[in-house]
C-alpha cells in the first residue's frame, strides 16, 4: 500500500503538470497555424495540384511536340482517275491461207519474231506443180497472141482473133500469179514484230484456209484506254504526259495521251482516250490493271500546304498555325490536292508556320513545342516507348 504522505506529493506533482501540458498545446497550435494560410493568393502548384494552376483555376494544356512548315506558293493541278487495262499494241492471229500438211514449226510460244520472221511451212509440192502448169499455159498464150499479133499487123487475121489471143494471154499470166502467190502462202511469216503468245498447230497437222495458227502481239508499246466525262475533259490533248500506276507490282509508269476520240459517247457522256506507254519494266505485261491519272486543269502560282496538315473534323477542313507558340485553328477552303501538297483558297496566308505533325490530337490554344521532323520522331517514340512498356 501506498503510504498517505507519499499519495499527497504524487497529487501535487500532478497539478503543477497539468498547465505546463496545456501552455505546450498551446504554443504547437500557434506555431502550425502559420502554414495553414488560405491558399487563393497562392500562386505555385502545392502537391497532388493540377500542373500550373490553382484550385480556382483552368487546368493549363500540356504542350505538344510538333513540326511546321511555312505555307508556299506553287502551281497545282487536277487529275482525272480511271481504271483501265494495259492492252498491247497490236494483236493478230495468224491464220492459213492455204491447205495443206504442217511441214516445220518455226516459232514457239513466247518466241520474240521480226516483221518477216517464218513461223510455219506448209508442204508445197502440190502448189510448185500448178505453178509450173501456169507458166506452160502463160507461155503458150504469149507465143499465140504474138503470132497473132503480126498477122493482125498484116490484116491476115480479125480483130475479134487478135482480142481474144491478148485477153487468153492476160488470163494465162493471172493464173500464173496466182499460182506463185499460193506457194508463197506455204512459208508463213510473222505479220509485224511482237511476240508469239500461242502456237496452235503442231508438226504434221492438216490445215485449210483459215485454220488459226499462232496469235502474235506486238508488247514493244503498250496502250491504255479511259473514258474521260465529257466536263472533266478542259485540258487534254495528245501528247499530254499521264501518270499511270500499275495495280499488280505498283509500279509508276509515264505515259502520253496518243489518241482522242472527236465524239461524244451518246450513252455514256464520255470522250474515249487512248495513252500509250513506250517505256515500262518487263514485269509489266498486257492484261495488267493500272490506275490512269490524267490531268484536266492547272493552277499556277497558288498558296499550297502538305496535304498531311489539312485535318477534318465535323465536316470541316482545317490546319493549326503556330502562333506565339500556341496552336491556332484555323477553317480553311480547300482547291485542288494531289498525293502531296493541297491548294488553300481561303484562310491561310503565304508564310504562315502551318502543323504538319502531331496536328492529329492538337487543340485550339494549346501551347506547342516545335520540333524539327528528326526531332519530332524521336520524342514520339519517347512518348509510345513508356506507354507500350505498361
Known amino acids: 500500500m501506498i503510504k498517505p504522505s507519499i499519495r499527497r506529493r504524487l497529487a501535487v506533482s500532478r497539478r503543477a503538470a497539468l498547465p505546463l501540458l ?3 498545446i498551446l504554443l504547437a497550435s500557434g506555431c502550425g497555424g502559420g502554414d495553414q494560410q488560405p491558399t487563393a493568393g497562392h500562386q505555385g ?3 497532388g495540384m493540377g500542373q500550373g494552376h490553382g484550385p480556382g483555376g483552368p487546368p493549363q494544356m500540356p504542350e505538344a511536340p510538333v513540326s511546321v512548315e511555312a505555307a508556299s506558293r506553287g502551281d497545282l493541278a487536277s487529275y482525272y482517275s480511271a481504271n483501265a487495262t494495259l492492252e498491247p499494241d497490236k494483236v493478230a492471229q495468224v491464220l492459213a491461207r492455204i491447205s495443206g500438211v504442217v511441214l516445220q514449226v518455226k516459232a514457239e510460244e513466247g518466241d520474240f519474231v521480226r516483221q518477216g520472221d517464218l513461223l510455219l511451212a506448209i508442204e508445197e509440192d502440190e502448189y510448185r506443180h500448178r505453178l509450173t502448169q501456169a507458166e506452160v499455159e502463160a507461155e503458150n ?6 503470132r497473132a499479133e503480126k498477122m493482125f499487123a498484116q490484116n491476115l487475121v480479125s480483130a475479134e482473133e487478135y482480142d481474144s489471143a491478148r485477153n487468153d494471154l492476160r488470163t494465162a499470166e493471172a493464173a500464173l500469179e496466182l499460182s506463185a502467190y499460193e506457194l508463197s502462202l506455204a512459208r508463213v511469216t510473222a505479220p509485224f514484230t511482237g511476240r508469239v503468245t500461242i502456237r496452235s498447230v503442231d508438226l504434221g497437222q492438216s490445215v ?3 485454220t488459226a495458227l499462232f496469235t ?3 508488247m514493244r508499246r503498250l496502250l491504255a484506254r479511259v473514258q474521260v466525262p ?3 475533259f478542259r485540258a487534254i490533248s495528245v501528247d499530254q504526259p499521264v501518270v499511270l500506276t500499275v495495280d499488280s507490282s505498283g509500279d509508276r509508269l509515264q505515259g502520253i495521251i496518243d489518241l482522242v476520240s472527236p465524239v461524244i459517247d451518246a450513252t455514256s457522256g464520255t470522250i474515249k482516250v487512248t495513252v500509250a506507254i513506250r517505256d515500262f519494266p518487263a514485269t509489266t505485261r498486257p492484261g495488267d490493271f493500272a490506275q490512269v491519272a490524267i490531268e ?3 493552277h499556277l502560282d497558288t498558296l499550297l500546304v502538305p496535304r498531311i496538315a489539312v485535318v477534318s473534323e465535323k465536316g470541316e477542313q482545317v490546319v493549326f498555325v503556330a502562333e506565339d507558340g500556341k496552336a491556332v485553328r484555323r477553317l480553311v477552303t480547300v482547291g485542288f490536292q494531289d498525293d502531296h501538297h ?4 481561303d484562310g491561310l496566308a503565304e508564310g504562315e508556320p502551318v502543323v504538319i505533325q502531331g496536328q492529329r490530337s492538337l487543340k485550339d490554344g494549346q501551347p506547342l513545342n516545335i520540333l524539327e521532323r528528326m526531332e519530332f520522331a524521336e520524342e514520339e517514340q519517347a512518348v509510345e516507348a513508356p506507354a507500350k512498356k505498361g
Do not use: H, K, M, Y
Not at 498464150?141 to 504474138?146: G, K, M, P, T
Not at 493541297?342 to 483558297?345: P, Q, T, V
Open 22 to 24: 496545456v501552455l505546450t
Open 45 to 47: 502548384p502545392g502537391p
Open 141 to 146: 498464150q504469149r507465143s499465140r497472141f504474138e
Open 208 to 210: 485449210s484456209n483459215g
Open 216 to 218: 502474235l502481239v506486238d
Open 230 to 232: 465529257a466536263r472533266e
Open 296 to 298: 484536266t486543269d492547272r
Open 342 to 345: 493541297a491548294e488553300i483558297l
